[in-house]
């Protein structure tokens, strides 16, 4: 188990190595207009280059590379340009990831809970009327795109319920939209994951027996089903709450939620460089901790994953 | 129990020679489950037949130019905003072009990204998974390359790539080219692994057959299935991608007319609700297209597993 841990952690951090690396690489091939403000055209050559030599862009790229990484184990981010001038990146941050994390956590919750029953609801009525309405919403979900629907949602939504259309800290209402509109697609993902599932463990054997030697159904579903439904899980459950730090992008802009996602856009459509590589930098560790975290939740809970000497699970 | 429940039975020659014998056909068997599948043939139709219009359409004598700005004749003033009427189907939009022929030739521009963008990953999803099961020296390798990117989220890997590439037609394939692969790759590596060491495949390899061949003749039809689910959905989700690039402001210019530049182009002026007609006519569209070729693709996977044929 250990040694399991210690080789997955050890490719999380060659991943994230060589994320970081090319993802600064490649914001070291932006024109460099992008490092100055407004004032551009106005600077001299002259100016353009002390202060490009100030920020460390003129040097060879390994030395920057180099400095980065320094700067990194710091703590240091790097500071904004644009979007609020000479503050630190982290300054920026800091206050817009607990809006993420709520939104993210309360819609994660919401989407377990109601996925969850609805697909259970969808099994054991299969064929029927609810399985039906069911399967059309999961289709619409996963098909339309989401930027529609949601658009949507918040153009209807707001003018049949008589709620506000922006978000606002002080107005509960103002709430729901986003957070109903967050777990949607959630919802439909786990609906359509546990009906499946269920539909194919309840042919059998094991189900069989259970049924056969009298047991209720309601404890085969709770001890048999539900039991091993919750392996696969675990492995997406860290992943699906970390990566509510990075917000959804789409709508925490649709709603003007203060949190991180709708700093992203912001930041790409003003062209920040280093607020937007910080960002990306944030997100993909993230996401790269989020299935470290669940590959070993996974090995925690299903005994059959061992470590597997050298050659990989084959 | 009596006996004369039973009696014994003659020795008929012909019959000891019969053999089982089905007249199974994989393709027929196929399309035999598929049209029993009612939703699917009639979002078969419709998809067809919107299609077809989509691209014969620039063809119908008096259809007019998609980025044509009008002007009223009697006043100079550009037609903006015009309701649907006999002149322009669907309206005008904001600067006065006619919403009709932007509609059709926007969902021109967005199937070409589509098409582009699956055909590109079914190549690099076939051979990068074909390659990754069968050659186990490269599976070391190939598995590390596949971790690497599928933990970077799609979302950004797009942005990052719009955003360093600057926007674009050619910018946005690109983009979605880099991480569009990777969910047939690993599809087509599994299936692989569990067809590789079966014993027909253990005779080829015996007698010197070359990887290749193995791969094309042996392995690929089995994932004949997968193969179409994955680039048919590889059409909707191309589309949102793209709707979602150009709300983050990272799509294709104004000028070139998208199903996502029309999305957002309703957007901005959403807020009048007498004006929603140039939100809601591209999305209708699109949401067509979208559902018939996702419905349309899971029904084909279902209709090609040989465990759903009877």
Same mark, same amino acid.
């Given at each position: 188990m250990f040694r399991y841990v210690l080789k997955r952690f050890s490719q999380s951090l060659v991943t994230l190595f060589i994320v970081v690396t090319v993802v600064f690489m490649l914001m070291r091939l932006l024109p460099l207009e992008g490092y100055f403000g407004d004032g551009y055209d106005k600077l001299s050559e002259e100016q353009k280059v002390a202060a490009l030599d100030r920020m460390g862009l003129l040097d060879p790229w390994y030395v920057q590379l180099g400095n980065f990484y320094v700067k990194l184990s710091r703590g240091d981010l790097g500071t904004s340009i644009i979007y609020?001038?000479?503050?630190?990146?982290?300054?920026?941050?800091?206050?817009?990831?607990?809006?993420?994390?709520?939104f993210g956590i309360f819609a994660t919750l919401l989407a377990l809970i109601a996925g969850l029953s609805l697909g259970v609801f969808?099994?054991?009525?299969?064929?029927?009327?609810?399985?039906?309405? /069911?399967?059309? &919403? #999961?289709?619409?979900?996963?098909?339309? =795109?989401?930027?529609?629907? *949601? @658009?949507?949602?918040?153009?209807?939504?707001?003018?049949?319920?008589?709620?506000p259309i922006l978000f606002d800290k002080y107005r509960v209402k103002s709430w729901i939209l986003p957070a109903i509109s967050l777990s949607l697609g959630g919802i439909a993902g786990y609906a359509m994951w546990i009906r499946r599932y269920m539909v194919d463990e309840l042919n059998k054997d094991y189900i069989k027996l259970a049924r056969a030697k009298g047991l209720p159904e309601k404890l085969i579903m709770v001890r048999h089903v539900m039991r091993n439904a919750f392996v696969p899980m675990a492995q997406y459950l860290p992943a699906a709450i970390l990566s509510t730090?990075? /917000?959804?992008? &789409? #709508?925490?802009?649709?709603?003007?939620? =203060?949190?991180?996602?709708? *700093? @992203?856009?912001?930041?790409?459509?003003?062209?920040?460089?280093?607020?937007?590589?910080?960002?990306?930098?944030?997100?993909?560790?993230?996401?790269?901790?989020?299935?470290?975290?669940?590959d070993i939740l996974m090995a925690i809970f299903d005994p059959r994953i061992k470590l597997v000497k050298g050659e990989g699970s084959r | 129990m009596s006996d004369s429940l039973f009696e014994f039975a003659d020795f008929?020659?012909?019959?000891?020679?019969?053999?089982?014998?089905?007249?199974?056909?994989?393709?027929?068997?196929?399309?035999?489950?598929?049209?029993?599948?009612?939703?699917?043939?009639?979002?078969?139709?419709?998809?067809?037949?919107?299609?077809?219009?989509?691209?014969?359409?620039?063809?119908i004598p008096g259809q007019n130019s998609p980025t044509k700005i009008h002007i009223d004749p009697a006043t100079s003033v550009q037609m903006r905003n015009r309701l649907p009427d006999s002149t322009f189907w669907f309206?005008?939009?904001?600067?006065?072009?006619?919403?009709?022929?932007?509609?059709?030739?926007?969902?021109?521009?967005?199937?070409?990204?589509?098409?582009?963008?699956?055909?590109?990953?079914?190549?690099?999803?076939?051979?990068?998974?074909?390659?990754?099961?069968?050659?186990?020296k490269l599976d070391r390798v190939m598995t590390e390359v596949y971790n690497v990117l599928n933990n970077i989220p799609t979302t950004i890997i797009l942005l990052l790539?719009?955003?360093?590439?600057?926007?674009?037609?050619?910018?946005?394939?690109?983009?979605?080219?880099?991480?569009?692969?990777?969910?047939?790759?690993?599809?087509?590596r599994n299936q692989i692994v569990i067809i590789r060491d079966r014993e027909y495949n253990l005779a080829s390899r015996c007698l010197g057959t070359p990887a290749g061949r193995v791969i094309g003749r042996n392995l690929l039809p089995y994932l004949v299935s997968v193969i179409m689910l994955q680039t048919a959905l590889s059409i909707p989700g191309t589309i949102g991608w793209e709707v979602f690039l150009t709300y983050i402001g990272l799509g294709l210019p104004v000028s070139i007319p998208s199903l996502g530049n029309l999305v957002n182009e309703g957007r901005l002026i959403m807020m009048s609700p007498e004006l929603r007609y140039q939100l809601i006519f591209p999305t209708i569209v699109l949401s067509i297209i979208t559902i018939s070729f996702y419905v349309l693709g899971n029904a084909f996977a279902d209709a090609s597993d040989p465990r759903n044929h009877v």
């Open positions: 609020r001038r000479d503050v630190p990146v982290t300054e920026v941050i800091a206050p817009r990831i607990p809006y993420s994390m709520y969808m099994a054991r009525k299969k064929g029927r009327g609810l399985d039906k309405a /069911g399967t059309a &919403y #999961i289709v619409l979900i996963n098909a339309v =795109p989401s930027a529609v629907y *949601l @658009l949507f949602i918040q153009l209807y939504g707001t003018s049949l319920f008589n709620l730090i990075s /917000g959804s992008i &789409y #709508i925490e802009s649709l709603y003007s939620i =203060p949190g991180m996602g709708g *700093l @992203l856009v912001d930041v790409i459509q003003r062209q920040d460089n280093p607020m937007v590589q910080a960002l990306v930098l944030i997100f993909s560790s993230v996401g790269i901790i989020g299935l470290f975290l669940g | 008929d020659e012909n019959a000891s020679e019969r053999i089982g014998y089905s007249d199974y056909s994989y393709w027929r068997s196929t399309v035999k489950v598929f049209l029993k599948n009612k939703i699917a043939v009639i979002l078969l139709v419709v998809l067809s037949i919107l299609l077809i219009f989509t691209f014969i359409q620039p063809l309206g005008t939009n904001s600067i006065g072009q006619d919403l009709w022929a932007r509609i059709w030739s926007g969902t021109r521009t967005s199937l070409l990204i589509g098409l582009i963008v699956g055909f590109f990953e079914m190549l690099v999803g076939i051979t990068y998974g074909a390659l990754w099961g069968y050659v186990r790539m719009a955003y360093i590439l600057r926007p674009g037609f050619k910018t946005m394939i690109i983009a979605m080219c880099i991480t569009g692969w990777l969910g047939l790759a690993r599809f087509v």
